[in-house]
């Protein structure tokens, strides 16, 4: 017989138990959360011109491998590239580069509905797709973009071997970081939070994590 604690943790849980797991969550979410998906596109298309789902650049998954992350679109239509090139996004730039969490506060790219969304995860709820495709995990990581991971770095050194455990595992819709104060925590923070997920992974920790999460959406707490 099996130990318990190889069928409930570590490599032997992350490659085979979590997975079937992550698969009857994502399923089951998908279809109870489907009228909020209907409803969230609607908004969107009523509120702006341009796609349902964000345009946003690859982000980092397991082993540093790029992947697209389904996001219903919370920003102006090209807000990623318009931060970086359009002068009236300037000063939001500099504090994303300047801060600690990589965030923007009252960030003026962001819809009306956008707003709502984000404030209560609803945006990150089409990510059950890159779930079913192996991509993601309900319970992991955060998803970080290559750029995020090279500037925090810079700032962060001694977050190096951190950011090195943290993409040995697949990033996750929610986790110790998203139930723990989201952008109120800086990525130093944040970081240590996912490196010490990866480390100490098990379906008890998944289990207290996705009961803390529907509190964290609701409250919308450190969410910008």
Same mark, same amino acid.
């Given at each position: 017989?099996?130990?318990?604690?190889?069928?409930?943790?570590?490599?032997?849980?992350?490659?085979?138990?979590?997975?079937?797991?992550?698969?009857?969550?994502?399923?089951?979410?998908? &279809?109870?959360?489907?009228? @909020?998906?209907? #409803?969230?596109?609607?908004?969107?298309? /009523?509120?702006? $011109?341009?796609? +349902?789902?964000?345009?946003?650049?690859?982000?980092?998954?397991?082993?540093?491998?790029?992947?697209?992350?389904?996001?219903?679109?919370?920003?102006?239509?090209?807000?990623?590239?318009?931060?970086?090139?359009?002068?009236?996004?300037?000063?939001?730039?500099?504090?994303?580069?300047?801060?600690?969490?990589?965030?923007?506060?009252?960030?003026?790219?962001?819809?009306?509905?956008?707003?709502? &969304?984000?404030?209560?995860? @609803?945006?990150? #709820?089409?990510?059950?797709?890159?779930? /079913?495709?192996? $991509?993601?995990? +309900?319970?992991?990581?955060?998803?970080?973009?290559?750029?995020?991971?090279?500037?925090?770095?810079?700032?962060?050194?001694?977050?190096?071997?951190?950011?090195?455990?943290?993409?040995?595992?697949?990033?996750?819709?929610?986790?110790?970081?998203?139930?723990?104060?989201?952008?109120?925590?800086?990525?130093?923070?944040?970081?240590?939070?996912?490196?010490?997920?990866?480390?100490?992974?098990?379906?008890?920790?998944?289990?207290?994590?996705?009961?803390?999460?529907?509190?964290?959406?609701?409250?919308?707490?450190?969410?910008?």
């Amino acid at each position: 017989m099996t130990e318990r604690g190889t069928i409930f943790s570590g490599k032997t849980y992350n490659d085979y138990l979590k997975r079937f797991i992550d698969i009857i969550f994502a399923t089951i979410l998908l &279809i109870g959360f489907s009228p @909020i998906c209907i #409803i969230t596109a609607i908004l969107i298309k /009523l509120e702006s $011109e341009g796609p +349902i789902f964000a345009d946003v650049p690859d982000r980092a998954g397991r082993g540093g491998k790029l992947f697209y992350p389904y996001k219903f679109r919370s920003m102006i239509v090209n807000a990623y590239h318009l931060l970086r090139t359009d002068p009236k996004f300037k000063k939001a730039f500099e504090e994303q580069q300047k801060g600690g969490n990589y965030k923007i506060m009252n960030d003026p790219r962001v819809t009306r509905v956008g707003s709502f &969304i984000r404030r209560h995860s @609803i945006d990150e #709820i089409p990510q059950l797709i890159n779930v /079913l495709k192996g $991509e993601m995990s +309900i319970v992991g990581p955060r998803p970080y973009y290559p750029d995020e991971l090279e500037t925090q770095q810079t700032k962060y050194p001694e977050t190096r071997p951190l950011v090195k455990t943290v993409l040995s595992g697949k990033p996750g819709i929610t986790g110790l970081w998203q139930v723990s104060g989201r952008s109120e925590v800086h990525f130093d923070k944040r970081i240590a939070l996912d490196a010490e997920y990866v480390q100490t992974m098990s379906l008890w920790q998944d289990l207290w994590i996705m009961l803390q999460t529907p509190w964290a959406m609701i409250s919308g707490r450190g969410a910008v």
